[in-house]
Nanobody
Framework: QVQLVESGGGLVQPGGSLRLSCTDS????????MGWYRQAPGKERELLAR???????NYADSVKGRFTISRDNRKKTANLQMNSLQPEDTAVYYC????????????WGQGTQVTVSS
């Protein structure tokens, strides 16, 4: 089973950086593509970035060049480095584990708040 816990959110000034981490306490981290999503008030949840177990990545246009997703399979963590943050990046950020095998289900973390404000 997968259990995801996010950390690293908080308040940051425009132009600043934050690093989010997602730790899986389960046993099968390597079998999942890890993703980061966010949801701002009144908006739908938005996919930001994904990274496969082999390290292939893809990004939403809105964060390309500013955000970097990475993973450490030994530590069972997935990270999101966020640079040049702007007020429109304010949202609750969620970690997701999407199975790379047939028949699995995906898992979500509880979310961490990121607020960009001066």
């Amino acid at each position: 089973q997968v259990q995801l816990v996010e950390s690293g959110g908080g308040l940051v000034q425009p132009g600043g950086s934050l690093r989010l981490s997602c730790t899986d306490s389960g046993r099968f981290f390597m079998s999942y593509t890890m993703g980061w999503y966010r949801q701002a008030p009144g908006k739908e949840r938005e996919l930001l970035a994904r990274i496969t177990s082999g390290g292939s990545t893809n990004y939403a246009d809105s964060v390309k060049g500013r955000f970097t997703i990475s993973r450490d399979n030994r530590k069972k963590t997935a990270n999101l480095q966020m640079n040049s943050l702007q007020p429109e990046d304010t949202a609750v950020y969620y970690c997701n584990a999407d199975p790379e095998f047939a028949g699995g289900i995906d898992y979500w973390g509880q979310g961490t708040q990121v607020t960009v404000s001066s």
